[in-house]
């Protein structure tokens, strides 16, 4: 292998250059309501937009698949949902594809010292799913301590993870802070003689809701996400059967809001709370990366699992294929390719993470991912694109987002198409409109034409699922 040579010499900048540190970093459940994504948003993140502005931000970039396990096995393993069968948050991805490299195996492979914390692969069942394999050093995230009581009341069916509010007091005690650090000692002492994979999974703005007290105080104010009322009227059976699941979400904050007037938009402003402090998290990775002699040949890639619904077409949670549990920040520095400060339009989805991190760091491609690479449109963000977003929920349950439409197919056969230039917000369903067959047979052609049956899910063995 390339790097085995390196290994005996000095590590060179010729070899920086073709074999660049690379700084890899995954938010969890951050949608586009930040503003990275929409000036006009009151969460500010402030570190993305920094990041942003040392490389290219793609304003159109989704997730595989709008849940923490698929989305991460998909983005990790460069295959689709329908190519494992890794649907759901249970999935067991790992047993799906047994002899499958992840990205960071094939970084291993090629001489890079791998290491990470936090969360990375999904932590169902307290880390099993974590992947020993995939790294040579790893510091598993923190355990989730919680507050001796509720802070608030949950909404009904909610259990202590759809709790919300100022905690902890001491920043350090977070399960962020504590990945955070250990990625900038990792930064502080790469590894002298060779190439460094670092990956830092941050958990917020995953729920609970909780954030130290200075991120709620110095949140401007907050408005409530826009609905539409009736706007499920023009909804097909596909999403309804899809959505029956985590209706008790947002039914259950309405009654609670009715019962203790104020709820849901504490809730909210938690949600917000949480988006700065994962964004400070990741400001303080960023120094680290900025202090250390190797950030001009470091690729850095930034993305979110998936988006969040806070309420949006009556929905709280993931699990939906609407443009707000999808949409994501994505951003990538690539040294010598990227321009700094620029934006991408083009629609991609995280399936060409894999084979683009392969190609920017000088490995060979494989050939059995599912996504292409995207270093055409990191060289110029103009080039020629037709490819668009494909994301999956659940067997048989795809969105094609392109530049301008969202079409929805459920596993029914019943559809959804939203026209993005009139619609942002999704609200006026077309797929009945004969003026819109075309339109939607030029998306049908990119929905997968295999779809792998659902794996198994890992069993718990007396272990507490993990949310
Ligand atoms: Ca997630
Ligand atoms: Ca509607």
Not at 55 to 69: E, I, K
Not at 333 to 355: I, W
Request: with cysteine; glycine share 6%; hydrophobic share 40%.
């Amino acid at each position: 292998m390339l790097l085995a040579v390196g290994l005996a010499i000095p590590w060179a900048h010729a070899a920086e250059l073709q074999h660049p540190d690379v700084l890899f970093l995954i938010v969890d459940d951050m949608n586009d309501w930040v503003s990275l994504l929409d000036p006009e948003s009151p969460i500010q993140t402030p570190n993305l937009e920094r990041l942003a502005g040392q490389g290219m931000l793609f304003t159109r970039a989704y997730c595989a698949s709008p849940a923490c396990n698929p989305s991460r096995a998909a983005t990790l393993t460069g295959l689709r949902p329908t190519t494992t069968g890794v649907y759901g948050n249970k999935s067991d991805w790992r047993g799906a594809t047994p002899d499958r490299k992840t990205i960071m195996q094939q970084f291993r492979a090629a001489g890079y010292d791998v290491r990470g914390a936090g969360k990375i692969f999904h932590h169902h069942l307290d880390g099993a799913f974590h992947d020993p394999a995939s790294f040579d050093d790893f510091q598993p995230m923190a355990p989730q301590n919680m507050p001796p009581q509720k802070l608030n009341q949950a909404p009904e069916y909610g259990s202590a993870n759809t709790d919300w509010g100022a905690w902890p007091s001491e920043e350090s005690d977070t399960i962020d802070a504590k990945s955070a650090a250990y990625c900038i000692e990792a930064l502080k002492n790469p590894p002298a003689d060779r190439p460094m994979f670092l990956a830092c999974g941050v958990f917020k703005p995953h729920s609970p809701f909780f954030a130290p007290p200075a991120y709620h105080e110095s949140l401007a104010d907050v408005p409530l996400p826009l609905r539409l009322e009736d706007d499920w009227l023009d909804l097909p059976t596909g999403a309804e059967k899809l959505m029956r699941k985590t209706k008790w979400f947002w039914t259950g904050m309405q009654a609670l809001d009715a019962r203790i007037p104020g709820s849901y938009h504490d809730f909210i402003r938690a949600y917000a709370a949480c988006c700065a402090f994962s964004d400070a998290q990741i400001g303080r990775v960023l120094d680290a990366l900025k202090a250390s002699p190797r950030r001009d040949s470091t690729v850095v890639v930034l993305w979110s699992d998936h988006g969040f619904h806070l309420g949006e077409k009556d929905h709280i949670e993931k699990f939906a294929l609407w443009e707000k549990t999808n949409h994501i920040p994505f951003i990538m520095v690539a040294p010598g390719v990227t321009v700094p400060g620029s934006r991408c339009e083009a629609p991609v989805d995280m399936t060409a993470l894999y084979p683009t991190l392969l190609e920017l760091s000088g490995l060979p491609p494989d050939p059995a991912c599912d996504g292409v690479s995207i270093a055409p449109l990191l060289k110029d963000p103009k080039a020629d694109w037709e490819r668009p977003a494909l994301m999956t929920y659940g067997p048989g349950n795809h969105a094609v987002r392109s530049r301008r439409w969202r079409y929805i197919r459920y596993a029914d056969g019943t559809e959804e198409l939203y026209d993005h230039t009139t619609d942002p917000h999704e609200w006026t369903n077309l797929a009945g409109n004969p003026e819109h067959v075309a339109v939607i047979e030029k998306h049908r052609k990119w929905l997968p034409t295999r779809e792998a049956k659902p794996v198994a899910d890992l069993k718990a063995k007396g272990k507490k699922e993990a949310h």
